[in-house]
């Protein structure tokens, strides 16, 4: 059974940071693609970041380019979410996702599992 629990969220001021971790389990880690998407209420789930299995060619939204960095250790099934300068609008439920695509994935659709979230809130 696959499982990917995030961990990490909170609350946090404006200008401050949080890292988020995803913990894989029951799959070849290794051979997927990593991403991390977020939602706000009454909002779309939204790509942030991606990952290669090999932990290259980082891919970021636009509005988080810059400030979050997406990593991995495929020796300890995580990947990561390092978030700084952190704003109001970044406040949302933030995922996990697991995708076989061997291309950069951006779609949600192409993402295989998914973890429960965890929710980072950012006041002003």
């Known amino acids: 059974q696959v499982q990917l629990v995030e961990s990490g969220g909170g609350l946090v001021q404006a200008g401050g940071s949080l890292r988020l971790s995803c913990a894989a389990s029951g799959l070849t880690f290794s051979r997927f693609a990593m991403g991390w998407f977020r939602q706000a209420p009454g909002n779309t789930r939204d790509f942030v970041a991606t990952?290669?299995?090999?932990?290259?060619?980082?891919y970021y939204a636009a509005s988080v380019k810059g400030r979050f960095t997406i990593s991995r250790d495929n020796a300890k099934n995580t990947v990561y979410l390092q978030m700084n300068s952190l704003k109001p609008e970044d406040t949302a439920v933030y995922y996990c996702?697991?995708?076989?695509?061997?291309?950069?994935?951006?779609?949600?659709?192409?993402?295989?599992?998914w973890g429960q979230g965890t929710q980072v809130t950012v006041s002003s």
């Open positions: 996702a697991a995708s076989r695509a061997t291309d950069t994935a951006v779609d949600s659709r192409s993402y295989d599992y």
């Open positions: 990952i290669t299995w090999t932990g290259g060619n980082p």
